[in-house]
């Protein structure tokens, strides 16, 4: 999200120094801190399972 909005904020600064919009409204949001992704871990089957197929097919192809 912090990218999205890195992007629009950038574009509508540029939009302002080329006088098509009044004011950049992007610039007033603050972006809170991103909270850690939280995972779940393969299980030991799961992990049989895709060790398996990468060794058929490291490739990804078939």
């Given at each position: 999200m912090a990218y999205v909005h890195s992007v629009?904020?950038?574009a509508l600064e540029h939009a302002v120094r080329e006088?098509?919009?009044?004011?950049?409204?992007?610039?007033?949001?603050?972006?809170?801190?991103?909270r850690p992704r939280r995972f779940e871990p393969l299980t030991v089957e799961e992990a049989r399972v895709s060790q398996?197929?990468?060794?058929?097919?490291p490739v990804g192809v078939t």
């Open positions: 629009l904020k950038s006088e098509e919009i009044p004011r950049n409204v992007a610039r007033n949001v603050r972006m809170g801190t991103p398996a197929l990468v060794s058929r097919d």
